[in-house]
């Protein structure tokens, strides 16, 4: 069974940084497409950043374009969302997901994601 385990959330004020981590096991990581989605209090949930499994694509939403990178190490199952120059808007509990079905696509649908992370909460203070 798919185990996927963020971390790296927290309280930072307008204009820092952090980077979420998001650990598999209990499958092999290789062929996944991993995305980065979040949850803000009252809202759906909504793409945040995928990367493919050679990290040869990347796509961002656009409110984050330029702010957030994400990365994977296939060595370690791991992979990375760096979020610098957070602002309030960005506060939501951030989960990481995994597609290992649609090959090199990025998904921006979570319906598309076959495993999820319980997520990590980032706050953003003004």
């Known amino acids: 069974q798919v185990q996927l385990v963020e971390s790296g959330g927290g309280l930072v004020q307008a204009g820092g940084s952090l980077r979420l981590s998001c650990a598999a096991s209990?499958?092999?990581?290789?062929?996944?497409?991993m995305g980065w989605f979040r949850q803000a209090p009252g809202k759906e949930r909504q793409f945040v950043a995928g990367i493919s499994w050679r990290a040869s694509f990347t796509n961002y939403a656009d409110s984050v374009k330029g702010r957030f990178t994400i990365s994977r190490n296939n060595a370690e199952n791991t992979v990375y969302l760096q979020m610098n120059s957070l602002q309030p808007g960005d506060t939501a509990v951030y989960f990481c997901?995994?597609?290992?079905?649609?090959?090199?696509?990025?998904?921006?649908?979570?319906?598309?994601?076959?495993?999820w992370g319980q997520g990590t909460q980032v706050t953003v203070s003004s």
């Open positions: 997901a995994a597609d290992w079905t649609s090959g090199i696509t990025i998904h921006t649908m979570e319906a598309n994601y076959d495993a």
């Open positions: 209990g499958r092999t990581f290789s062929g996944w497409t």
